[in-house]
């Protein structure tokens, strides 16, 4: 029997991930999600002994990422963990994740390993917050690992972006004191549609990335006088610029230098650093993984000596370090009286203009306001990612529409009718967010629209899932929505799945996938039974519908989400595309016709308007026959009524 974990405020001895833990209970996270790797698997083993949180395992780390994002757009605060290369895996998901703006905070944490106790590569997840621009934060013993844990929580709602804390195996394993406290008590959670920050279609996503830079600059800001940061003063002509678990080593193998500890990884705060260079003879940059400190600090201008990267390798980049292997190395450099390496005393003082990361001799942007981005930034503004007019400036624009007689449009309007929450994925499908649907309210990478769909149900509970469903493509299913599937089910969820199968890969161009039964040379292959395939991942319910037959679409999601269990529909038809799927255009009897306007809510281009009545666009028309079931009186008719 697992023990409870303390609820009471006190001291205890606690291992990193238990502290990790510890800090998101007390930080108030509600919604948690994990795939088990070492040296990370501690901290959802313990989040599970704590009471008010939905702790689960998922298939995979992508898919627990994708479950806690949903449960963060409805403003619970959420954690994933996974070893580092679990990151990996998710990085599909994270790397969209951070155009979005967080409403609950959410913490990812990587526990990295050097030395591959446990692991087959030694990587440096610091990396992805450089490549994601968002925050890392790296704990040195366990009340970091706690008290960094709670801070990542404001920062990451301060600043609407997932924080990184990065763990390693040292400080995940080893147990050290911590002060524990009382549980925060969660808001409660909410959804509040904004499709045009949460769907990232491309015209979205270029409106969030000059954001995010400008996000990134408000970072820098703030990394010159976080708490996380700090300065230890001591009596030799040594410095160390370190971090995490190398802070320990460093501690011990030199008392009495003076220490830059960054708790901050990243961004780092570069004119602290060149205050501090200023001070010493010699300034070291000591960590586990690759040169990441040491290469920025290079950028911005500051002579160090670490690993090598423009000057003489001091520290090993294999490997953990040691007590022994720090003093061993800075000893050794020292003793071959090397004087011909660049001391940090002789380059411009902190008062110099001086390359950083974000601009070759820029000044620091101004402080944000609180819980806001600076503004003002070269290349950052909103409006820099507008192109340049062209020649055809004077054209109307046209934005993409679902094709005429596509198999989705019924899909969507039917779930238009009903005002459902749609979580949304990548396809053809994602232009169900435009008008007159209005119907995707979130999108973020393959896969994802049922792990979404799951998180907001753990976040906002089963009520909330009669009035949800997340709608994936078969290709998309294929490719990334059967382990989200099978998370649904496994983890009690009573969501609804909508698989719009078209019988393609259709937005690229046509090409097969597995459930499509051809190949790329265009033969005939093997076809997976999306029906079976979903009652094998252990769905009770499901339902194979007629994508053109409205009132059995209507039939079969108003039953898939009354139920109080995971339910898929599946829509078929193939893409009007391929061969042989068009059929002869409708008929329209302008006679017939009462101006009532209910056709235009299918949105298809080939009922185009004249004045309030249609006017039939015979080229375009498929004869889907959908527009002709809308038409009461009778005004659109199939080619062979009369």
């Known amino acids: ?152 929580y404001e920062l990451s709602e301060q600043f609407q972006t997932p924080v990184i804390l990065r763990s390693t195996t040292r400080v995940s394993h080893g147990r050290s004191l911590v002060r524990v406290g009382s549980r925060r008590q969660p808001r409660p959670p909410r959804f509040e549609r904004r499709p045009q920050d949460l769907v990232m279609l491309p015209a979205n996503a270029r409106r969030r990335h000059p954001l995010v830079e400008q996000r990134l600059d408000a970072l820098r800001v703030y990394a010159e006088d976080c708490p996380l940061n700090r300065v230890e003063p001591g009596s030799t002509e040594l410095g160390f610029v370190t971090g995490g678990v190398a802070y320990q080593y460093v501690k011990e193998a030199f008392p009495e230098a003076p220490v830059l500890k960054l708790g901050l990884a990243y961004p780092i705060p570069s004119e602290l650093i060149r205050r501090f260079a200023a001070r010493v003879r010699y300034l070291f940059v000591v960590e586990e993984g690759d040169p990441f400190w040491e290469e920025l600090i290079l950028a911005a201008g500051v002579k160090v000596l670490g690993m090598g990267v423009a000057g003489p390798a001091v520290f090993p980049r294999v490997g953990e370090l040691s007590v022994e292997k720090v003093r061993a190395a800075v000893r050794a450099f020292l003793g071959t009286g090397s004087t011909a390496f660049p001391l940090p005393g002789a380059h411009p003082g902190a008062g110099a203009a001086l390359t950083t990361e974000a601009s070759a001799g820029g000044a620091a942007p101004p402080p944000p306001a609180a819980g806001a981005p600076a503004a003002g930034q070269a290349c950052t503004r909103e409006d820099s990612a507008t192109p340049e007019p062209g020649p055809g400036e004077e054209l109307p ?107 393609t890969t259709a937005m690229t161009g046509h090409q097969g996938h597995p459930a499509a039964g ?38 079969a999601i108003k039953a898939a989400t009354a139920r109080e269990e995971p339910s898929v529909v599946i829509a078929s038809r193939p893409c009007v595309l391929l061969p042989g799927v068009r059929k002869p255009p409708i008929r329209f009897l302008a006679d017939r016709c009462i101006e009532c306007g209910a056709c235009f809510r299918l949105g298809c281009p080939a009922l185009e308007k004249e004045g309030k009545r249609p006017r039939l666009n015979e080229v375009l028309c498929t004869g889907c026959l959908v527009c002709v079931q809308l038409c009461k009186p009778g005004a659109l008719l199939a080619p062979e009524e009369e």
């Open 397 to 503: 624009g046209r934005p993409p529409v679902l094709c005429p007689g596509c198999p989705h449009r019924a899909v969507f309007y039917v779930l238009a009718k009903y005002h459902l929450t749609v979580t949304g994925d990548i396809g053809c499908y994602t232009l169900g967010y435009a008008p007159p649907f209005h119907s995707i309210d979130t999108c973020t990478c393959m896969g994802s629209s049922i792990g979404h769909a799951l998180g907001l149900e753990k976040a906002l509970g089963p009520d909330f899932a009669r009035r949800l469903v997340g709608v994936i493509g078969d290709s998309t299913f294929v490719h990334s929505g059967i382990t989200p599937l099978i998370d649904m089910v496994y983890n009690r969820g009573t969501g609804t799945v909508i698989i719009l199968d078209n019988g």
């Open 1 to 152: 029997m697992a023990q409870e974990a303390p609820t009471e405020e006190a001291v205890v001895l606690l291992s990193g991930n238990e502290a990790i833990a510890r800090g998101a209970y007390e930080a108030g996270v509600t919604v948690a999600a994990g795939y088990p790797g070492t040296p990370s698997t501690e901290v959802i083993e313990t989040l599970a002994r704590y009471p008010d949180i939905w702790v689960q395992w998922s298939p995979n780390e992508k898919v627990a990422l994708e479950m806690v994002i949903g449960a963060s757009f409805a403003g619970a605060r959420t954690l994933v963990a996974q070893k580092h290369v679990g990151l990996n895996v998710a990085a599909d998901p994270f790397l969209t994740f951070c155009y979005m703006p967080t409403n609950g905070g959410t913490l990812i944490v990587s526990a990295d390993d050097p030395g591959m106790h446990s692991s087959q590569n030694e990587q440096d997840n610091r990396q992805y917050g450089r490549m994601a621009r968002t925050p890392v934060l790296i704990p040195a013993d366990s009340q970091e690992a706690k008290s960094f844990t709670e801070a990542a």
């Open 518 to 555: 051809w190949d790329a040379r265009h033969h005939s292959a093997p076809r997976i039974d999306l029906e079976a395939l979903c009652r094998a991942c252990g769905v009770r319910d499901v339902q194979v519908v007629d994508a053109y037959d409205l009132r059995a679409l209507e039939k």
